[in-house]
């Protein structure tokens, strides 16, 4: 089992500046890299396995669009039984590795009404609804901070030269692991959230906080509970999420491509 130092050794040769956490079921963008080496989470100091399926639970160090990237092949979630803590450990090992860039990347329910099953929406800001009496705290005036306006630009810029539409809004972290009833959604809908999931957030305030530059897109996958004729369900998701990979694949290879 390799620790940091050992980690750290191994990936002198081409220090990663970036590190992206691919969501439920778009391990398969990191296809195609020149991987240079691999982990399994649970082998990975600060890391603990994923049992969630669509998550493969692997930490990838390689070239992509010829740009050394660290890539975590899923993610860690509270409702797997974890704590707080362990959520946060792919962002904590990233920048212990000495990455100063982090994209996060999930799956979501789309609110709005624009964003059906595979669009790509880029965060602006987010809500979490994870904490007990959640609606008694207020907004800090620093949240709007979380997600790096520059990389944001930069995502936008890849977008267009890739030719792949992203819609931009905001995403509301809900605990899971069920999804989120009609009631909730029409809540979150009142509040001005555009899609939901149950990740993003914690990692996005965590990367600020270990002052890593932060830009999150999310996949979606599914309308959200109440807003079409069937339930979500999570093969949906997985299903989703693999059919808008190419698209998302083409953003991320032109916003890692080095400039020239």
């Not at 994209?103 to 099953?117: E, F, H, M, Q, V």
């Not at 914690?202 to 932060?214: D, S």
């Not at 999570?234 to 999420?241: G, P």
Request: charged share 20%.
């Amino acid at each position: 089992m390799p620790d940091l130092a050992a980690l750290l050794s191994r990936l002198a040769q081409a220090p990663p500046d970036a590190a992206l956490v691919l969501g439920s079921g778009l391990s398969v963008l990191a296809e195609g890299m020149d991987v240079l080496d691999a982990w399994p989470f649970a082998e990975l100091p600060m890391l603990v396995d994923t049992s969630v399926a669509g998550h493969k639970g692997r930490l990838v160090y390689g070239r992509w669009a010829g740009r050394p990237v660290l890539v975590f092949e899923g993610r860690i979630h509270y409702y797997e039984g974890n704590g707080w803590e362990a959520t946060q450990g792919p962002v904590r090992l990233a920048a212990s590795l000495g990455v100063k860039t982090l994209l996060l990347t999930n799956a979501a329910g789309g609110i709005r009404s624009d964003l059906k099953p595979g669009a790509l929406m880029l965060l602006r800001h987010h809500v979490k609804w994870t904490q007990p009496h959640f609606w008694r705290y207020g907004v800090n005036k620093t949240d709007t901070m979380f997600y790096d306006d520059r990389l944001n630009d930069d995502l936008r810029r890849a977008a267009a030269a890739a030719q792949v539409p992203l819609a931009e809004g905001i995403y509301a972290m809900l605990t899971g692991p069920c999804y989120e009833t009609p009631a909730e959604i029409r809540a979150l809908q009142a509040i001005g959230v555009d899609a939901v999931g149950m990740s993003t957030a914690i990692e996005a305030e965590t990367a600020y906080r270990l002052q890593l530059r932060c830009a999150a897109i999310s996949c979606i996958t599914n309308q959200a509970a109440g807003l079409s004729d069937t339930p979500p369900h999570h093969e949906e998701v997985l299903i989703e999420s693999r059919r808008a990979a190419d698209r998302m694949r083409r953003l991320l290879s032109a916003w890692l491509q080095p400039a020239a």
